[in-house]
Nanobody
Framework: VQLQASGGGLVQAGESLRLSCVVFGRTYTDFGMGWFRQVPGAEREFVGAIRRSDSITYYADYVKGRVTISRDIDKKTMYLDMYNLKPEDTAVYYC???????????????????WGQGTLVTVSS
């Protein structure tokens, strides 16, 4: 299984951006997928996630109200729509997939089995 994230780029503060994450390879029913982000020298941090069974979404407090996660099962694609972007949103964004339930999902990185390569989002002021 491989995940490919795309859609990053340079945007102005206040603008919107959509990231995509496509799942390639042998597929099966996963538990859920998530988005994380990381800046140099910092830990990778949780942005949000979506549970496959019922499409319930989870968001980090610092992005709540400014991002929406969705998923198209048929297209094997997850999306991260970001609105009103701020310079502090500048980071490499990673998508990830969890094969099964864990009590610490979705915020725990270790609960994800596969990761995409990351896509850089740069927000200028």
């Amino acid at each position: 299984v491989q995940l490919q994230a795309s859609g990053g780029g340079l945007v102005q503060a206040g603008e919107s951006l959509r990231l995509s994450c496509v799942v390639f390879g042998r597929t099966y029913t996963d538990f859920g997928m998530g988005w994380f982000r990381q800046v140099p020298g910092a830990e990778r941090e949780f942005v949000g996630a979506i549970r496959r069974s019922d499409s319930i979404t989870y968001y980090a407090d610092y992005v709540k109200g400014r991002v929406t996660i969705s998923r198209d099962i048929d297209k094997k694609t997850m999306y991260l729509d970001m609105y009103n972007l701020k310079p502090e949103d500048t980071a490499v964004y990673y998508c990830a997939l969890s094969k099964q339930y864990s009590s610490t999902w979705p915020r725990d990185l270790s609960t994800y089995d596969y990761w995409g390569q990351g896509t850089l989002v740069t927000v200028s002021s």
